[in-house]
């Protein structure tokens, strides 16, 4: 289809969310009906951080959306669903640590690193003269910051900005496009404006900017051959992946990089500073032994882990409240932009990338036409907002109270302090409800999509 006729889906930030949705896009687009703009306010791709989850029901969609050969390779075990501990759950604020489970799921969790994931994204970007096959037309326009938006009012009554979104970005010129997509991150943008500009927007006022979790996370990479040498035998060397607890504290630790790599994700939790703000900075390299001097007294296999980690940073857990509407008229939020939540779930990513999967399927369909219909745009949002608010509100309530699970905060915990002996049968019960809540990780995204996709056609029927 000639490029000027296509519907022009304009994504703002080129994350994991964003990256997914361009690439989804380009796998359901059969009529070759769309065309997509990426705009990314750095001036080059890069991700920070380190390890990342993918949980069996995220790979059904990566797979289908073409990324399965790239990945596989990529990950620490080949995707099957097989039962795999996810997690041996150690009570490690004590000299003599010990085992309390192992949480077990069918498929385990595949454990990448950040880099590489996003790469691969890159990779299957759609782009003139990359060799991926074109369905969507996609062009990536690097260092373009949006700074606004503006709908253009129409005289039809029933949808008033039925006319193209105007993008200002700074210093560059202003372009156009039929859709806006805000994958801007936790701090977006588009959802600030998009906000301001619904009826009552004092009603929002609580969901622009992100508030603490309560949580300051310690990060860093371990290299496996130097932990050989510091450790011989450590337990990290050669485990899918383990939890640290403790009162108040716990650290995820698991191989990234195809086992090159032990990734540690070192959580402190203080009730206090949740929903509080935050003005500093969210992230930035500390020394070793502000790390250490967190978890002294804690068992020893995971205080060597800390003295592996050259270049620890510290970073400051933001969430978002949980907001009710993420599209109106020809606006979409999509990713962080719409729910950031608590990591203790390792589910953000994944939720992002359920929106770009029900997304591109809504508007790849071939019941929506070309030149888009607002008719038929009111349908995709309404189905959009119907389908991905619970989704991500489910999942984004789960992470925090994984977060208290963890800390050994639940009911009954109360009158332990960091260090002390907790009865053995209370953490098992305690880690059993941590394992129901990762059921949803093996549920099926195909079952969302298809449901999304009746929608659509059920509509179509009263159109
Ligand atoms: C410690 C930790 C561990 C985690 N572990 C997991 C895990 O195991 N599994 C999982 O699924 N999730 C995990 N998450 C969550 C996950 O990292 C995020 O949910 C995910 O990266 C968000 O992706 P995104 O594309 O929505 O946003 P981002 O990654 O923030 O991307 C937004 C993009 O938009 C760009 N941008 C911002 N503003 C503008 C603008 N005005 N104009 C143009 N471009 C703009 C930014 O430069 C950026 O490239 C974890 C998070 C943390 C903090």
């Known amino acids: 289809m ?9 994504i703002v930030g080129a994350g994991i969310a964003g990256l997914t949705l361009a690439v989804a896009l380009n796998a359901f687009d059969s009529e070759q009906k769309i065309a997509v703009d990426l705009y990314e306010s750095a001036p080059e791709l890069s991700e920070i951080g380190a390890g ?4 069996p029901r995220t790979w059904e969609i990566l797979r289908e959306i073409g990324l399965g050969d790239a990945l596989i390779p990529l990950f620490d075990h080949y995707p099957d669903l097989k039962p795999r ?23 385990g969790a595949l454990r990448i690193h950040r880099a590489d994931f996003q790469r691969s994204l890159i ?4 782009l003139a003269g ?4 074109v369905n969507t037309t996609c062009t990536l326009h690097l260092s373009h910051k949006l700074v606004d938006y503006s709908l253009s009012i129409s005289s039809t009554a029933s949808y008033p900005n039925s006319g193209p979104v105007t993008l200002h970005f700074a210093d560059k010129p202003s372009k156009t496009c039929d859709i806006l997509v805000g994958a801007d991150g936790i701090k977006s943008t588009v959802r600030r404006l998009f906000l301001s500009r619904l009826p009552s927007p004092e009603r929002y006022v609580k969901f622009l900017d992100p508030i603490r979790t309560g949580t300051v996370v310690y990060r860093g990479l371990v290299d496996k051959e130097e932990l050989r040498k510091a450790s011989p035998g450590h337990r990290a060397l050669d485990h899918p992946g383990l ?7 716990h650290a995820v630790v698991y191989p990234v990089s195809g086992g090159k790599y032990v990734n540690v994700v070192a959580a402190v939790h203080d009730k206090s500073k949740q929903g509080t703000t935050w003005e500093g900075q969210l992230h930035q390299e500390v020394s070793q032994s502000e790390f250490y001097d967190r978890f002294v007294g804690w068992e020893e296999e995971f205080q060597t882990l800390i003295h592996c980690i050259r270049r620890p940073t ?3 857990l933001q969430a978002l409240n949980h907001l009710d509407i993420f599209a109106k008229e020809r606006v979409f939020l999509l990713g962080d932009s719409a729910h950031a939540m608590a990591p203790h779930l390792g589910a953000g990513a994944s939720v992002g990338i359920e929106d770009a999967y029900i997304l591109a399927s809504l508007l790849a369909h071939p019941s929506i036409p070309h030149p888009l219909s607002m008719q038929h745009l009111s349908r995709i949002t309404d189905i959009y907002n119907n389908t991905r608010v619970p989704q991500a509100m489910s999942r984004s309530k789960a992470s925090s109270d994984q977060g208290h699970l963890f800390a050994l905060s639940a009911p009954g915990f109360e009158r332990f302090a960091e260090g002390d002996d907790v009865p053995r049968d209370m953490l098992v019960d305690l880690f059993h409800q941590v394992e129901e809540n990762w059921s949803w990780a093996t549920s099926k995204a195909d079952i969302d999509r298809r449901q999304a996709t009746d929608l659509l056609l059920e509509s179509r029927a009263r159109l």
Request: no cysteine; net charge positive; charged share 25%.
């Open 52 to 55: 990342i989850n993918v949980w």
């Open 123 to 126: 990779n299957y970007l759609p």
């Open 243 to 249: 939890t640290y607890v403790g009162k108040g504290k």
């Open 314 to 316: 510290r970073w400051v």
């Open 85 to 107: 501990v996810i997690w041996e759950i150690r009570k490690a604020d004590q000299k003599n640590g010990f085992k309390v489970i192992d949480i077990m799921q069918n498929g």
């Open 130 to 133: 990359s060799g991926v096959p």
């Open 2 to 10: 000639p490029q000027q006729e296509r519907i022009r889906v304009a």
